[in-house]
């Protein structure tokens, strides 16, 4: 599976953002995808994810209530609706997907990456 993230920019905060992560090669429909951040001197992190079915989705507690993670399969897309934008919200953000469909809160058990997309939210 190739993933390519798109959709990054610079944001105010309060602010909305609309992340794609589309997918190529293998049946994408049979895969979890998670969103990851990094941040400047920080460690990635886990931000939301999402079966392979979209029946089930989960978010860090930091953007539970302003992101929301969707996908569509006939389109081999995810997506990540970012609200309420936070200055603390900037970082590299990364598609992934494990070897499987069911997604993990674990950088390490996801198998393929995007590229990552920067998204800069200023105050």
């Known amino acids: 599976v190739q993933l390519q993230a798109s959709g990054g920019g610079l944001v105010q905060a309060g602010g909305s953002?609309?992340?794609?992560?589309?997918?190529?090669?293998?049946?994408?429909?049979?895969?979890?995808?998670?969103?990851?951040?990094?941040?400047?001197?920080?460690?990635?992190?886990?931000?939301?994810?999402?079966?392979?079915?979209?029946?089930?989705?989960?978010?860090?507690?930091?953007?539970?209530?302003?992101?929301?993670?969707?996908?569509?399969?006939a389109k081999n897309t995810v997506y990540l609706q970012m609200n309420s934008v936070k200055p603390e919200d900037t970082a590299v953000y990364y598609c992934a997907a494990p070897n499987s469909g069911s997604y993990y809160y674990t950088a390490s058990y996801y198998r393929y990456w995007g590229q990552g997309t920067l998204v800069t939210v200023s105050s």
């Open 17 to 73: 953002l609309r992340l794609s992560c589309e997918a190529s090669g293998r049946t994408f429909g049979n895969y979890a995808v998670g969103w990851f951040r990094q941040a400047p001197g920080k460690e990635r992190e886990f931000v939301a994810a999402i079966t392979w079915s979209g029946g089930s989705v989960s978010y860090a507690d930091s953007v539970k209530g302003r992101f929301t993670v969707s996908r569509d399969n």
